[in-house]
């Protein structure tokens, strides 16, 4: 059972199972015209988590500054880290969607393994209290807090700062196209540099092929005198 295999992993029992239900069940799933509860779920458990690694960044780095805070902040929340800990709570196998969001027996998407953490963080949050949802984060979080001591620089920004330390304007990003369904969408953005060619990148979020389009540019230009 779900029940049973959650609390393997994250030592918790749901006193209201109708919130695990809940957190287990992706919008894929959801009845025509009804709010999704994973989604509203989901929303809760982004803020919570935020607040958490917030508070744990406060007391490991007490002297940093605010902006090297919010990069480490920013790595900690970020899609990629909230996925990797999906599969560790083993939600690739137990989330409850429709056919085309499995590969095999099992969800890879790390986007929906993403939203599908929040949303469990959230059902735990709702059940117990803060401070139960608290030392779950923090049993988590705390060895990639510990292994990521160097603030991450995300690839929107590290291109931004490149191109300003050459004079050159801000980069430029434009949709290209936007393809699939509603809820698991496809879009890919191409970002510009002056004199420089462009690159592509493409996720299940504007931010995210956004964001992939500026590795990919960023990657180039590595590998090109400038």
Not at 18 to 44: I, Q, V
Not at 45 to 72: C, N
Not at 150 to 159: M, Q
Request: aromatic letters at 8%.
């Amino acid at each position: 059972m779900s029940r049973d295999r959650i609390f393997n992993v994250l030592q918790y029992t749901f006193a209201d199972e109708n919130f695990l239900r809940d957190a287990l069940t992706h919008p894929s799933r959801r009845a025509n015209g009804k709010a999704s509860a994973y989604e509203r779920l989901e929303f809760l458990g982004d803020r919570v988590l935020g607040l958490v690694v917030a508070e744990m960044l406060m007391s490991a780095f007490p002297d940093e500054s605010e902006g090297d805070l919010a990069k480490r902040h920013a790595g900690l929340v970020r899609a990629e880290t909230c996925a990797l800990i999906a599969r560790q709570w083993e939600l690739h196998k137990l989330i409850e969607a429709a056919s085309s969001e499995y590969i095999g027996d099992e969800i890879v998407n790390p986007a929906t393994l993403s939203d599908a953490c929040e949303a469990m963080i959230g059902a735990i949050y709702l059940d117990s209290d803060f401070t139960i949802i608290r030392a779950v984060v923090m049993r988590f979080w705390s060895p990639l807090l510990n292994a990521n001591l160097a603030p991450p620089i995300e690839p929107k920004t590290a291109l931004q700062e490149w191109a300003q330390a050459r004079g050159l304007p801000l980069p430029d990003y434009r949709e290209v196209s936007r393809t699939g369904p509603d809820h698991a969408p496809e879009f890919v953005i191409e970002v510009s540099v002056k004199s420089h060619v462009p690159a592509q990148g493409a996720g299940t979020s504007r931010r995210a092929a956004e964001k992939a389009a500026a590795e990919a540019l960023l990657n180039t230009l590595a590998t090109t005198k400038t």
